[in-house]
């Protein structure tokens, strides 16, 4: 790991039209439209040794990501870089992995690889300085990538994104790059900023070895897909943490998997929607104990993208409307959910209305394992 004190250097590397995309990022913060201060360290999966840092989207966790009726499809990766030498190019690889069938985490074998596009670089660049590189990477391809082949619900039930880096052994005294990334209180890290999730909690991330080894991870990455549906993340609010680094809810793995053990922990709740796709729409919200099978849902909308994860009982919570592409809702304050509640998922979703257009997108559905 490289302690996070990147100099003020940054540039967009862009092969997807941002404004058509939204990147679902699984971290404390959303660093496309909030100041990222929970990153104590960049790192990389196996330290200067050649692997791949893997998010998984789940469905243990999360629905509906990228869901076009049925269908998920990812159209590209989204990455933040910490480069130590930004006159340097760095050579990498991203990848799209189905999951081990046998077990959790991804399948390393070559043939499980949904996609991989190799040969990607750094932008050139004259500055010595250790900066960050922003990254949208589009898949160049007419058709996005379909992820999920068998529809909503596959098997294994999760599929991992993933930038794979080479071996560098100058990597992090002088060159190289690694990935910003939010430590949890389970990894022992002398991180003062990071995850902020409950003891117990599952790593969230993988890494791949050459040899085809997969393990976890007790991190999170600004990492994650490319998708034309909205998010939903829900942020775990535990007043007397400073491992945000600043007032608010902590979107990784605190909303997962809050402490309302009471010993001393009674989180809050609250959830962030974002949409760069319909930056004023209307947001219609709801919830349900735990995530349910999908169904279409087309009484409230002429036209109607995705499905619904709630079920057909889902309880409406209310309305609200976003802001230049995002908003955020209390859903409970800090020492205000019973103890009774422990072991319970709730599961939320929403619904963006594109006024614009009359057109509305179901967000992903996300569980919260209280």
Request: proline share 9%.
């Amino acid at each position: 790991m490289s302690p996070l004190q990147l100099i003020g250097v940054s540039a967009l590397l862009a092969t997807a039209a941002t404004s058509q995309v939204n990147a679902f990022v699984f971290y404390p913060q959303d660093p496309e439209r909030q100041t990222v201060t929970c990153t104590s360290y960049v790192g990389r999966p196996d330290g200067n040794n050649q692997a791949e840092a893997m998010m998984e989207v789940s469905t243990d966790n999360f629905r509906g990501v990228g869901d076009a009726n049925g269908f998920t499809y990812v159209f590209g990766v989204y990455h933040w870089i910490a480069d130590e030498r930004l006159s340097t190019s760095e050579t990498y690889s991203i990848v799209v992995r189905k999951a081990l069938g046998t077990g959790p985490g991804p399948d390393m074998d070559p043939n499980a690889e949904l996609l991989r596009i190799g040969g990607l670089t750094t932008p050139p660049s004259s500055n010595p300085a250790r900066g960050t590189w922003i990254t949208y990477e589009g898949f160049g391809i007419q058709a996005p990538l379909h992820a999920l082949p068998a529809g909503m619900l596959p098997a294994e039930g999760r599929y991992y994104v993933g930038v794979d880096l080479p071996a560098n052994p100058l990597w992090p005294a002088t060159d190289g790059h690694a990935l910003f990334r939010a430590d949890l209180l389970s990894a022992n890290t002398p991180a003062v900023f990071g995850e902020n999730e409950r003891p117990g909690a599952p790593d969230p991330t993988w890494g791949g070895s050459v040899s085809g080894t997969a393990y976890s991870t007790p991190w999170t990455y600004i990492l994650g897909p490319l998708v034309t549906s909205p998010n939903l993340h829900v942020g775990g609010v535990d007043p007397n943490s400073s491992r945000l680094g600043a007032p608010g809810a902590s979107y990784g793995m605190n909303g997962l998997y809050p402490d309302i053990m009471g010993n001393p922990r009674c989180d809050g709740l609250m959830f962030r929607i974002t949409d760069s796709l319909a930056p004023n729409g209307l947001v219609f919200m709801g919830a349900q104990f735990g995530l349910q099978p999908p169904i279409f849902l087309w009484s409230l909308f002429p036209d109607l993208i995705g499905h619904s994860h709630l079920g057909a009982t889902g309880l409406p919570i209310g309305s609200t409307m976003l802001n230049t592409g995002s908003v955020e809702i209390n859903i409970a304050l800090p020492n205000t959910i019973p103890p009774v509640m422990i072991g319970s998922d709730i599961a939320f979703q929403s619904i963006v209305w594109d006024t614009s257009n009359n057109l509305g997108n179901w967000t992903n559905a996300q569980a919260v394992h209280l």
